[in-house]
């Protein structure tokens, strides 16, 4: 899939920022799947650490963090997510991650790391694949695999996919988001970015449509949706309607959408929790456009 750049890196340091891993096995199978797509792997040594439900105290997990900034692997990936970021993010020192020059990725909860990092540095990230749930399962799913290699190395250019009711955009701006409730999770504080004209991408799991719509009324009333160029949605997944919804599911929610903000919305990203997940730059200029059904996110341009 496009040429093969040499620079691509090849080591990853695995680390646990927020919830506990469950299964060292599933972590020993991500390290071998992974060393199969030709990275080296290193395992921070509290990553299989236990505190409640955490992978460790707040101090060892910090000590982590601290330890993937100065080791020698020039990836950093979560292991999994869960809860914990939100507690430890005023202990973070951003300006030396942002120094250090590694390549963060993760997703879910590790959206609080992605966010709080360009808020307070500028710095960009991935949203991706982690190691417990995208590497460590049974099977691996192909696409996710390549999509996270050639976004490491820069040859993933344009990603498309399928948004057959998209509205028509072709708009480029700074791309940022991913959890809904961990974007919402944020406003009111210094660890949200202050981005206008960007392109926020979202998805949520195990959130009851109504409680989708909420999180959104909430973006939106804090000015933060119609600040942006477009609204890119991913996949919400895992979640129960009840006997009182009377119809309303989720396009309930993204017609709403459509209705009250004034902003063009793309539905069909692959992203979230997922087996098929594209591995995102949070913080980079990108560009985006719709036309017969499908959009086309512009990722490296040339």
Same mark, same amino acid.
């Given at each position: 899939?496009?040429?093969?750049?040499?620079?691509?890196? @090849?080591?990853?340091?695995? /680390?646990?920022?927020?919830?506990?891993?469950?299964?060292?096995?599933?972590?020993?199978?991500?390290?071998?799947? %992974?060393?199969?797509?030709? *990275?080296?792997?290193?395992?921070?040594?509290?990553?299989?650490?236990?505190?409640?439900? /955490?992978?460790?105290?707040?101090?060892?997990?910090?000590?982590?963090?601290?330890?993937?900034? @100065?080791?020698?692997?020039?990836?950093?990936?979560?292991?999994?997510?869960?809860?914990? #970021?939100?507690?430890?993010?005023?202990?973070?020192?951003? !300006?030396? &991650?942002?120094?250090?020059? $590694?390549?963060?990725?993760? %997703?879910?909860?590790?959206?609080? *790391?992605? #966010?709080?990092?360009?808020?307070?540095?500028?710095?960009? +990230?991935?949203?991706?694949?982690?190691? /417990?749930?995208?590497? =460590?399962? $049974?099977?691996?799913?192909?696409?996710?695999?390549?999509?996270?290699?050639?976004?490491? +190395?820069?040859?993933?250019?344009? %990603? +498309?996919?399928?948004?057959?009711?998209?509205?028509?955009?072709?708009?480029?701006?700074?791309?940022?988001? =991913?959890?809904?409730?961990?974007?919402?999770?944020? &406003?009111?504080?210094?660890?949200?970015?202050?981005? @206008?004209?960007?392109?926020? *991408?979202?998805?949520?799991?195990?959130?009851?449509?109504?409680?989708?719509?909420?999180?959104?009324? !909430?973006?939106? !009333?804090?000015?933060?949706?119609?600040?942006? @160029?477009?609204?890119?949605?991913?996949? *919400?997944?895992?979640y129960k309607l009840g006997p009182l919804d009377n119809g309303f599911d989720l396009p309930s929610v993204v017609a709403w959408l459509r209705k009250t903000v004034k902003v063009p919305v793309v539905t069909g990203?692959?992203?979230?929790? &997922?087996?098929? $997940?594209?591995?995102?730059?949070? =913080?980079? $200029?990108?560009?985006?456009?719709?036309?017969?059904?499908?959009?086309?996110? &512009?990722?490296?341009?040339?």
């Open positions: 899939m496009g040429h093969h750049h040499e620079s691509a890196p @090849k080591g990853i340091y695995l /680390f646990s920022p927020s919830g506990v891993v469950p299964d060292a096995e599933a972590l020993s199978r991500a390290r071998a799947r %992974l060393k199969e797509m030709g *990275f080296r792997t290193t395992l921070d040594r509290t990553a299989l650490a236990v505190h409640e439900r /955490f992978a460790g105290t707040d101090a060892q997990r910090l000590a982590a963090i601290n330890r993937a900034i @100065k080791q020698k692997q020039p990836v950093v990936m979560a292991t999994r997510g869960g809860y914990g #970021l939100s507690r430890i993010l005023p202990a973070i020192n951003w !300006q030396a &991650v942002a120094d250090s020059g $590694k390549t963060f990725v993760g %997703l879910s909860d590790f959206t609080l *790391f992605n #966010l709080a990092l360009l808020a307070k540095t500028g710095a960009t +990230s991935f949203s991706g694949p982690m190691a /417990f749930h995208d590497f =460590g399962g $049974k099977a691996i799913d192909d696409l996710t695999a390549a999509l996270f290699s050639e976004a490491l +190395s820069g040859q993933l250019e344009i %990603l +498309s996919f399928e948004a057959p009711e998209a509205d028509a955009v072709d708009a480029r701006g700074i791309l940022w988001g =991913g959890n809904l409730a961990m974007v919402t999770s944020l &406003v009111g504080t210094p660890f949200m970015p202050k981005i @206008k004209g960007g392109i926020l *991408f979202l998805e949520d799991v195990a959130e009851h449509p109504y409680r989708i719509e909420r999180m959104l009324a !909430q973006l939106w !009333q804090a000015g933060i949706l119609e600040r942006q @160029k477009a609204i890119v949605l991913g996949q *919400f997944t895992d990203l692959p992203y979230g929790h &997922v087996p098929v $997940k594209a591995t995102l730059p949070i =913080g980079r $200029k990108v560009g985006i456009a719709t036309e017969d059904g499908m959009a086309y996110l &512009v990722l490296e341009e040339h």
